[in-house]
Each structure stands twice: as structure tokens, then as C-alpha cells.
């Protein structure tokens, strides 16, 4: 079960890292004219590169493993939230479910998100999962489709 919960959660990782670089190598041209080296948005301008990802995780913690996970938590959330590529970075707990949780994330775009999958922070708590998970994690990317202006 313990390696199911890993490689399952490693995929999931592995996609989002790839999210984007499997479409055509050819260098685009971002709204400023300068080459990216992803394809364009759908609005023919954005690079895609420069696209905001959301990262949601449901993660599914055995009873007597909730207080080990919550304790390497929170190395994770404070050295996440310090990179430079992330918006936001939050865990919150089922309230009627205290062993489900859902990560939400908040990535300037692609690049911090495979900079983060590989930190050696994110690494290290992928181990203290396997050994807490009772189920495999929920993990779904999203790409952002319109930006509020500020």
C-alpha cells in the first residue's frame, strides 16, 4: 500500500512537472515579443509558460499518523511558501474527516512548480507521506484562465 501511495502521488508530480513540454518545442513569442520557450496561450499572446498553475491535493492521513503528518507539515508549507514562484501555499483539514486534508496552491507558473517538485523540502515530506497515507492522494492542476487586474 505504502509504495502504491508513493508512486501514485510521484505521477501525479511528474505530470504537473511535464504539464506544458509536451506540446510543440517551437519557441513562441510572449505579449512583449520576447521568445519563451513554450507554446502560446489559447488567446494567441500569453506564454504559456507564464501561465498561473493551482495545485489542489486531498490527502487521506491514518488516525494514529495525523499528528506526524501535521508535524511535517509544517517544514514543508513554511519553506514553500518562501520560494519565489509561490502565490500561496495552504493546508486545511476536513472538519467532520480529521485524517483528510487538502493542500491549495497557488504557482506563478510551470517553472516554479518543477523548481518546487524539486526541493529537496518537497522531497523529503513525498517520504513522510508514504509513511502516513492510509489512501492515494487526489492531485488535480489546473492552469489559470483569466487573471484578475490589479
Known amino acids: 500500500m505504502k509504495t502504491n501511495v508513493i508512486v501514485l502521488f510521484c505521477a501525479a508530480m511528474m505530470m504537473a512537472a511535464c504539464c506544458g513540454k509536451s506540446q510543440s518545442s517551437s519557441c513562441a513569442r510572449d505579449h512583449?515579443?520576447?521568445?519563451?520557450?513554450?507554446?502560446?496561450?489559447?488567446?494567441?499572446?500569453t506564454c504559456s509558460a507564464e501561465v498561473k498553475k493551482i495545485i489542489s491535493a486531498q490527502v487521506f492521513i491514518k488516525a494514529d499518523k495525523v499528528d506526524a503528518f501535521l508535524a511535517a507539515t509544517k517544514d514543508l508549507i513554511e519553506k514553500s511558501r518562501a520560494e519565489e514562484g509561490c502565490i500561496s501555499y495552504s493546508l486545511y483539514q476536513d472538519p467532520t474527516d480529521k485524517t483528510k486534508f487538502l493542500f491549495f496552491e497557488e504557482w506563478k507558473n510551470q517553472a516554479a512548480v518543477d523548481f518546487h517538485f524539486a526541493t529537496e523540502h518537497f522531497q523529503k515530506f513525498g517520504a513522510t507521506l508514504e509513511e502516513c497515507a492510509s489512501a492515494p492522494a487526489v492531485i488535480t492542476i489546473y492552469d489559470s484562465v483569466a487573471e484578475e487586474k490589479v
Not at 512583449?32 to 488567446?43: I, K
Open 32 to 45: 512583449s515579443g520576447e521568445a519563451c520557450c513554450a507554446v502560446a496561450g489559447a488567446d494567441g499572446k
